[in-house]
């Protein structure tokens, strides 16, 4: 929009110009928290903030972008702090909600230059994998990795978000990194990701448990999230034949289940619905570099896919 037709709308360019961060913000609320629901919040009040600014002060700021992220991550961060308390009474385990997201994972100028910030919108590929990392963070640790690794804030910068001194968050980036080194696991091709995802789907809307069992990894791991609304496993599922016999009883108990490819944060997943077409379950994966499957997250709180209606 240029500013003429921004001033034919009635709204100051300024404004405008904050108006068009919101995919910003979103993919940076939505990493600092792991909930879309709790990141259109945070972006919300964002907003409100930005509002209540008198037109001197929103002309005032130099750059309105840097003003909303620092904004969105204090934001963030006090959500992080009283989210913990919330989770230590969710009904079984705590997921990060999944999003589906477009083909194209990052806006790239015609320079060819691509903007750390416009490239980490939710668009953006966010790995489930990297997103359970991230849950095991501390919400310092999570707002400084977040700002810096994905959007190359400086430690100065960082310091006045966070009101720790730039020493403090450069140490508190390396405790975030060594915990993303812990659960880094061997790059897998992507070829070989969707053979497994597919033979997973295959196996299971047939109900065959051998076949289940032989994408399964011997040492897999199913995390369920049902959040005591739907039925789930409240506690994690471990090896491959509990797992098998998990989803072939999940088939029998609905026999109107539609399993159907997506991408799920970017990555090959599932999504099944019923009948009506509804949504019910969205699957995320992890793989080896031998094919098969070492980890399965299923959402199925649905209060968690609302996005995927």
Request: net charge negative.
């Amino acid at each position: 929009m240029s500013a003429g037709a921004a001033s034919q709308s009635g709204e100051p360019p300024e404004l405008v110009d904050a108006i068009r961060e919101r995919s910003v913000l979103l993919g940076l609320s939505y990493r600092l928290l792991g909930s879309l629901a709790d990141a259109e919040d945070a972006v919300q009040e964002t907003y409100i903030r930005w509002h209540r600014l008198s037109d001197d002060e929103r002309r005032s700021i130099a750059n309105p972008r840097a003003w909303l992220i620092t904004t969105a991550s204090r934001i963030g961060l006090d959500m992080l702090k009283t989210a913990r308390a919330r989770r230590e009474q969710y009904v079984g385990e705590w997921l990060p909600e999944p999003v589906p997201v477009a083909a194209r994972w990052s806006s790239q100028g015609a320079s060819g230059a691509v903007d750390p910030a416009e490239r980490a919108t939710v668009g953006d590929s966010v790995e489930m994998a990297l997103l359970i990392v991230l849950e095991s963070m501390t919400p310092a640790e999570r707002v400084v990795f977040v700002l810096h690794d994905v959007f190359a804030y400086t430690f100065v910068e960082i310091a006045g978000i966070v009101g720790r001194t730039p020493a403090a968050c450069r140490q508190l980036a390396s405790a975030a990194r060594r915990r993303v080194g812990d659960h880094q696991r061997r790059p897998v091709p992507r070829a070989e990701h969707v053979a497994a995802v597919r033979s997973f789907k295959a196996a299971w809307q047939t109900g065959d448990l051998a076949g289940l069992m032989d994408v399964l990894d011997p040492g897999a791991t199913a995390i369920t999230d049902g959040g005591g609304l739907v039925s789930a496993s409240l506690e994690p599922l471990h090896g491959a034949e509990d797992i098998a016999r998990f989803f072939v009883d999940v088939l029998a108990r609905q026999p109107g289940l539609t399993i159907h490819e997506e991408l799920v944060n970017g990555e090959p997943g599932l999504v099944t619905t019923d009948g009506a077409d509804r949504t019910l379950a969205v699957l995320a994966f992890a793989t080896t570099d031998g094919g098969t499957i070492e980890q399965v997250w299923a959402v199925r709180n649905p209060q968690k896919l609302a996005s995927w209606s």
